[in-house]
């Protein structure tokens, strides 16, 4: 029997067994029903393999053009849904493809909704051509797109300058849906500029947009959320501006935001990044009496700290009771603590740490590598070095710059320099660009 699929050029799938009642009848209908029948189950099925996400770009390009054969043809919500979930595949770079396919809808008549200008608008910004996103606000207009509360469209354009580094653009495209178009910002416009000015080490600025938003919050209005006080407790950490980050941390608690463990693990990298190990230590107390477990993220910056403070049975402490605690180490994790070990000499330790990685089945990576590497070649053992750096390389993975010149001057400090030679000419064939001091250590060497 053929399924109701086959004039659609549709495969059966198994799924929709239970919905043959559906044409168990079919005689006693026009042929007109009958297809809208099977437009309607395809478009499920297309709705359902949206949500379950897309291996590559063919099976949706696919899906597309059955979608156009249609008759009557699908509305624009429908191919919408489809493209949005094309978007989903960023490392296939879809960007130039969907604007492509929203092309060909509207020069086929189908009208495109605000949800696909706010689609198309983010491919802009993807390619770096946020200047061809402002032709949407005109075709928006010109549809009869209304702007007053929607600032969907102006969010997205100004994600693109954000995520171009156009900084400056995006606060004038701000200015200007403010000032001219009458558009009051959302919770996502402030969460996008305040990431944008955080990303350049804006912080001044960045609290500024906040004064802003608390300013103009009205009891229907925008106020700051978790993700952005969270964003900016970690950008004042990271520049070293811990106080001003503990009276940002005490204003979002006053005003009712409850800390999460993003914020503490901020907060107490920051006190450890300024030798306040005290203080740090008392806000994970804090942060656990708080319900908020360490997570992942949280041991490997206590292991990385405890390293750089040369602390490693602590460090190694942490590591067992986040095991203890059912959380998986990582390779960050991992590579904290062996990098640690390296630095003091504890080769072995490192060698063994390694070992349990791989019984952990936790993949070793070029760090993971190099740092074993600049041991062995720190305390003169060369020759162990090589046998690491040659395991490195059965393994798949291609040594990086870094690795390169740690091994070539180790072995020029050996004076082996033929192999320092060979390792250069080995890292030209692979594409890598040397420092002209690699370049001339075989060189002063001989």
Known sequence: MSSPFSKLGFPFHPHFRSNSRYFSNSAHFKDTAVIVDDSRMFLDYVKQQCKLGFPNLQ???????????????????????????????KRLQPHATVISLYSHLDLSGTRPDLHSMSILANCYG????????????????????????????????????????????????????????????????????????????DNSGALNLLRQMKSRSRPSGCKPNLVIYCTLVDSLCKGQLVTEALNLFSDMKTEGIKPNVYTYTSLIRGMFNLGCKGEANQMLVEMMESNNAPDVATYNMLIDMHCKEWMFDEAHAFLQIMIKRGLTPNVVTYNALLDGYCLSGQIDKARDL?????????????????????????????????????????????????????????????????QAQTLVSDLLYRGLVPSHRTLLLPLRSC
């Open 126 to 201: 993807h390619l770096g051509r946020v200047d061809f996103g402002f032709s949407l606000l005109a075709k928006s207009l010109k549809l009869g797109y209304p702007f007053e509360n929607d600032c969907v469209i102006f969010n997205t354009l100004i994600n693109g300058y954000v995520h171009n580094n156009q900084l400056q653009e995006a606060v004038k495209l701000l200015d200007v849906a403010v000032t001219k178009l009458g558009i009051q910002p959302d919770i996502v416009t402030y969460g996008t500029m305040v990431k944008g000015l955080c990303r350049i080490g």
């Open 354 to 418: 390694m070992n349990l990685m791989v019984k952990c089945q936790c993949e070793a990576d070029v760090v993971t590598f190099s740092s074993l590497i600049n041991g062995y070649v720190k305390h003169k053992s060369i020759d162990k070095a090589l046998d690491i750096f040659h395991e490195m390389c059965e393994h798949g993975i291609a040594p990086d710059i870094v690795v390169y010149n740690i091994l070539i001057r180790g072995l020029c400090d050996a004076g082996h320099v033929q």
């Open 59 to 89: 099976n949706p390009l696919n899906l597309f053009h059955r979608m156009m054969s249609l008759l009557p043809r699908p509305s624009i919500v429908d191919f919408n849904r489809l493209l949005a979930a094309m978007l989903k595949l």
